[in-house]
């Protein structure tokens, strides 16, 4: 089943606990804090619907058809069709909306694809894993997650003197009919869009934090579930012109606050297992098929960013001098390297598991490292070509609404190649990539989303083909050690 924006706008209503501060928001579709995202949520679904994007975005299995997230592939063509629909849904956000439908959708499909990893864990639990997958693709469910313990919080030793409960969200007791989880979680990014939450554990864990491996799914609107938001970018925008990307992509990031929240077994996957709490996404492709889909939208990120430091050049006149042209060069060679280390997954994807094909892992990690080393120093030069300009621009769009400022504002502040309206556009748009608290937040996201860099460069070092490597060494030193005989043969018998 598919379902529409407006089915989608009207699932967002169903009593969610929501916090700005100590404001209990009411209706998320209408709050000016999340009205933006959730109609950009909305138009994610309605895409669907386009003829031009059917075959994109959707996909046909035992006829129904199903968001193309929920796909299993089982050869490159699957892959690609993947591909192509990451790519449509994060071109509509820019790739400013990292959490969108087909981020989690894709890490529950790549569970989904080896299930005997779960079933081996915990008798069922494989079993409750395929009916939630069923579920949740046939009722077109919109997941996101939280799989980080609260950062500092992680000790259970108080201060002498103090008493600390301790913050990290775990199950607290088991019943017949399933376990109560309470505590906290990080960070529930889009769960004020979503209709339910993985709960599970992307970090290590050792053995003393059991009660902390949990793997469950649940509604978003369940007792004893709230979120607290941080603060929401969109709030105070009065007009879409002076945050554009703020005001439609903000995915309000939310700390998951579980009190005695029940979870029914049919929920769980995983239990009392630490080793295998982070495992279970390394042994399935699940953690590959979610982050190719983030290489697909850091893609999408890079157009907008080369496209609008070109047009700042434009605008500003010196498009034609060497010295910036050389760095329009090299940030149309970066948004290339993207693509192709997109491509290139999919070129040297992997028969992995059985019966299914999964994106080339090594080349994903690669990508993610890529991308963690260099999105700082891209903001930073688009900030560069575009100058001081953002900051000469007025504070608001409600200076055209005044016909004196109007008149001198027009006059004075376009150029011979834009005018002042568009101009503002233009330059409101590159503040809200660089200076904003928008433009703050993802300089963070993009550096911490997938993990510590840390974490991903461990995972591209146990992907690394260290034998075919160190077999190159050997085959350089033999090759050296073989030609060396022959000439000592050579100029003994010649002596």
Same mark, same amino acid.
């Given at each position: ?41 909305? +138009? ?51 790739? @400013? ?76 007791? +088991? ?20 209709? +339910? ?71 769980? @996957? ?27 939208? @850091? ?136 200076? %904003? ?8 996201? +993009? ?21 075919? @490597?160190?077999? %190159? ?23």
């Amino acid at each position: 089943m598919l379902i529409s924006g407006k089915e989608k706008l009207r699932r967002m209503q169903d009593g969610r606990t929501v916090y700005i501060g100590s404001e209990r928001v009411g209706d998320v579709t209408i709050h000016p804090a999340f009205a933006g995202g959730a109609k950009a949520v909305a +138009e994610f679904y309605d895409l669907k619907a386009a003829p031009e994007y059917r075959d994109q975005l959707t996909y046909e299995e035992n006829g129904a058809r199903h968001s193309i997230w929920w796909l299993r592939p089982r050869s490159r063509d699957d892959l690609s069709r993947r591909t192509r629909g990451h790519k449509a849904l994060a071109d509509m956000s820019f790739g @400013f909306f990292g959490r969108s439908p087909d981020h989690i959708g894709s890490l529950v499909t790549g569970l989904a694809m080896k299930p005997t990893v779960l079933e081996s864990l915990r008798e069922g639990c494989g079993d409750n894993l395929m009916r939630y997958y069923e579920r949740v693709r046939d009722e077109d469910i919109y997941l996101t997650y939280a799989v980080t313990p609260p950062s500092g919080l992680r000790s259970s030793e108080a201060t002498p003197g103090t008493r600390r409960d301790q913050p990290s969200l775990r199950v607290v007791r +088991e019943e017949p009919d399933g376990v109560v989880i309470s505590g906290m979680k990080m960070l529930a990014t889009a769960a004020v869009y979503a209709d +339910e939450m993985w709960i599970g554990n992307l970090q290590p864990l050792d053995e003393s934090r059991l009660a902390e491996s949990i793997t469950c799914a649940i509604p978003i609107a369940t007792p004893g579930l709230a979120l607290w938001a941080r603060q929401p970018y969109a709030l105070h925008t009065r007009d879409p012109l002076d945050y554009p990307l703020s005001y439609r992509f903000d995915e309000t990031d939310c700390v998951l606050v579980c009190q005695e929240v029940k979870i029914p077994w049919q929920n769980i @996957f995983l239990h009392d297992n630490a080793a295998k709490s982070r495992a279970i996404y390394l042994e399935t492709p699940a953690n590959c098929l979610s982050n190719h889909q983030s290489n697909c939208r @850091f893609w999408a990120k890079m157009s907008l960013i080369v496209g609008l430091a070109s047009r700042a050049c434009i605008v500003n006149g010196v498009d034609k001098i060497p010295a910036v042209r050389e760095q329009l060069g090299r940030l149309a060679a970066l948004e290339a390297t993207i693509g192709a280390l997109v491509h290139g997954q999919l070129d040297a994807c992997e028969s992995w598991p059985d019966g299914y094909a999964s994106p080339n892992r090594r080349m994903m990690y690669a990508a993610l490292n890529w991308c963690q080393e260099h999105h700082t120093e891209i903001v930073d030069v688009l900030r560069t070509l575009m100058g001081g300009v953002p900051l000469q621009m007025p504070a608001d769009s409600t200076v055209l609404d005044d016909a004196g400022l109007r008149e001198v504002f027009e006059r004075w502040w376009g150029t011979a190649v834009i005018d002042a309206n568009d101009r503002m556009k233009l330059y409101k748009l590159g503040w809200d990539i660089t200076g %904003s608290e928008f433009a703050g937040r993802h300089q963070l996201y +993009e550096k911490f989303y997938a993990g510590h860099s840390a974490l991903v460069r461990a995972s591209c070092d146990r992907e690394a083909p260290w034998d075919q @490597f160190h077999a %190159s060494v050997d085959r350089a030193v033999a090759a050296a050690s073989a030609d060396s005989a022959v000439l000592k043969r050579a100029a003994y018998r010649a002596g």
